[in-house]
């Protein structure tokens, strides 16, 4: 299925780095799991690219971490990452789990449905 958002979509809610140059593969990965997912009848085809649109920007996150903290002198910077939270860990992972009125992505993140039956619903 081709994607629901677009690169300048996602720019939309997320600053990347300079270093960051192509968001399909975080784009991929949240209509994947959107696919897969949050298959209810009741999400409208605007409410999955809603989805999709801050999932994408959770993953891209994840490769480019959100600044917390950054000091002057002597330099010191720490990052928004906290390991074990899956969707929980960014606040775009947070905004896509509660936009989704299935309940699914929170089911989901919350272990309820694990990876390898993710993938077995929809190979």
């Given at each position: 299925m081709a994607h629901r958002v677009t690169a300048d979509e996602v720019k939309e809610l997320i600053d990347v780095d300079d270093s960051v140059t192509n968001l399909y593969p975080?784009?991929?990965?949240a209509n994947r799991t959107i696919n897969n997912i949050c298959t209810s009848t009741n999400l409208t085809a605007a409410d999955k690219k809603e989805i999709e649109r801050w999932l994408s920007a959770h993953f891209t996150a994840i490769r480019d971490p959100l600044r917390a903290n950054e000091k002057a002198?002597?330099?010191?910077?720490?990052f928004q990452y906290k390991l074990g939270l899956g969707l929980r860990v960014t606040t775009y992972g947070?905004?896509?789990?509660?936009?989704?009125?299935?309940?699914?992505?929170?089911?989901?993140?919350?272990?309820?449905?694990?990876?390898?039956?993710?993938?077995?619903?929809?190979?």
């Open positions: 975080f784009i991929e990965a002198g002597p330099v010191s910077e720490s947070q905004q896509a789990i509660l936009l989704d009125h299935s309940g699914a992505l929170g089911r989901w993140a919350d272990g309820k449905k694990t990876l390898a039956s993710m993938y077995t619903l929809n190979p």
